[in-house]
């Protein structure tokens, strides 16, 4: 008895031995030892409030806090909550019935330490014609981890722009919402359909 009991404990020392230190342990140890590793746990952010995002959207945008204010108590309306995340940058677009657009800016959310670098770019086709350079103001909602963001959006954008114009349009992708308050110069009038691609590096082709 004492010997089949000291081979089984022989063989379990030698399996154990011949794994990669560290393997035995759980496999998601690694993961969590990450903290940029998204897991399906991460159900909860903390929320920006409609106060924080109308002085921060001021202050990104160079405009009035009524003017933001009301772009963003819209989007409260149309959404139900509040966001969990912001996204504040510049960006520049054309269109000749099909249209390109890149831009540039900083993710922020309450449990990071620092805010994150991200570009975005895409293309559209529909009856749009002009240019415009805009700052832009993003409402993020549904994320939860910063690397969620970065992935193709579809989106309908109807939009009519002029000097110091103001615009609101809407894309979704995986229960995740971003709504982008644009304001700028230049002229652009139409409405088209098109994708947004977010990315961690800037991309030349906007898909």
Not at 50 to 66: M, N, P, T
Request: aromatic share 10%; glycine share 14%; proline share 4%.
């Amino acid at each position: 008895m004492h010997r089949r009991q000291l081979i089984r404990t022989s063989v379990g020392l030698a399996a154990a031995s011949a794994l990669p230190v560290g393997l035995g342990a759980c496999a998601t140890r690694g993961e969590a030892a990450n903290p940029n590793y998204p897991i399906a746990s991460d159900q909860t952010a903390k929320a920006y409030t409609f106060d924080e995002l109308v002085a921060a959207g001021s202050r990104e945008l160079g405009i009035a806090s009524e003017a933001i204010g009301g772009a963003i108590e819209r989007i409260f309306a149309d959404q139900g909550d509040a966001p969990t995340a912001y996204i504040a940058g510049e960006e520049a677009a054309g269109a000749v019935v099909a249209g390109l657009r890149y831009g540039r800016g900083a993710l922020h959310m309450k449990d990071m330490s620092a805010s994150r670098e991200v570009f975005w770019q895409g293309a559209s086709i529909g009856w749009d014609w002009g240019g415009n350079a805009s700052r832009v103001f993003t409402l993020v909602y549904g994320l939860y981890h910063p690397d969620m963001l970065y992935r193709r959006y579809p989106g309908v954008e109807g939009s009519a722009y002029a000097v110091a114009g103001l615009g609101v349009n809407y894309q979704r992708a995986d229960g995740i919402v971003l709504a982008p308050v644009r304001t700028g110069v230049g002229l652009r009038l139409g409405a088209n359909v098109g994708t947004m691609s977010y990315s961690r590096q800037r991309n030349i082709l906007p898909f």
